[in-house]
C-alpha cells in the first residue's frame, strides 16, 4: 500500500464522513428526548412504544438512523481490517488532513 491510499479509500468511501453525519442527527435526538441512542434503540425493538403519539415518525427516524450508523460501523471495521491486511494497529491508516 503506497503513501496516501488509506486516506483515498475512507474518504472516497465517505465512510467517517457518514459516521459522523449519523452522529450527529442520533445526537440531536438524544437532546430532544433525553436518551441515550444505545438505550431507545433496545426500548424501541423490544416493542416500546412512544408515550406521545407526535413522536411514532421521530422514534422511526432514529431507529432508521441507528440502524444505517450500525451498519456504516461494520463497513468501516471491515475497510480497517482490509486495509490492514490482518496487521494489527494502525499504522499505515493514520493521515492527517489540514
Known amino acids: ?7 483515498t479509500a475512507f474518504t472516497e468511501t465517505g465512510l467517517l464522513s457518514d459516521i459522523h453525519a449519523l452522529e ?3 445526537l440531536a ?7 441515550r441512542w444505545e438505550t431507545f434503540y433496545a426500548a424501541y425493538v ?3 412504544e412512544p408515550e406521545d ?6 422514534f422511526g427516524e432514529w431507529a432508521s438512523v441507528y440502524r ?6 461494520a463497513d468501516y471495521r471491515n ?3 482490509r486495509q490492514q491486511g490482518g496487521a ?5 491508516l493514520i493521515r492527517v488532513t489540514t
Open 1 to 7: 500500500m503506497g503513501p496516501g491510499s488509506s486516506t
Open 24 to 26: 450527529e442527527e442520533l
Open 29 to 35: 435526538f438524544e437532546r430532544k428526548f433525553g436518551v
Open 46 to 48: 423490544g416493542g416500546e
Open 53 to 58: 403519539t407526535e413522536w411514532v415518525l421521530d
Open 68 to 73: 444505517t450508523w450500525l451498519a456504516r460501523q
Open 79 to 81: 475497510e480497517v481490517q
Open 88 to 92: 494489527p494497529g494502525i499504522a499505515g
